[in-house]
């Protein structure tokens, strides 16, 4: 069975970081794009971040740009999100997300396969 696991997600005042992880088991996603995304109660799933299987490619929404860094581990089929200087408008549950190609992440939850479970963060003011 194809798992994306997420971890790290919590309670953090405004200004704080958290670090977000996804790891993947059941099969090793080679050459595949990740990302992540989040949602908001009452809200549709919007785009966060997103990498390329090599790393050398980074994409991010203009609402976490310079705060946000999306990274990968591929000898740990791991990819991870640093979140800092976050903002209470940053509360969601954050999902990981896995696509053969990055634009299809970027694109949007709808061209997006392989999801995780997601994982809460809340950021208090």
């Known amino acids: 069975q194809v798992q994306l696991v997420e971890s790290g997600g919590g309670l953090v005042q405004a200004g704080g970081s958290l670090r977000l992880s996804c790891a993947a088991s059941?099969?090793?996603?080679?050459?595949?794009?990740k990302g992540w995304f989040r949602q908001a109660p009452g809200t549709e799933r919007e785009f966060v971040a997103a990498?390329?299987?090599?790393?050398?490619?980074?994409y991010y929404a203009d609402s976490v740009k310079g705060r946000f860094i999306v990274s990968r581990d591929n000898a740990k089929n791991t990819v991870f999100l640093q979140m800092n200087s976050l903002k209470p408008e940053d509360t969601a549950i954050y999902y990981c997300?896995?696509?053969?190609?990055?634009?299809?992440?970027?694109?949007?939850?709808?061209?997006?396969?392989?999801w995780g479970q997601g994982t809460q963060v809340t950021v208090s003011s």
């Open positions: 990498i390329s299987w090599g790393g050398a490619n980074t």
């Open positions: 059941g099969r090793t996603f080679s050459g595949y794009a």
């Open positions: 997300a896995a696509e053969e190609h990055t634009s299809d992440i970027v694109a949007g939850s709808e061209k997006v396969r392989y």
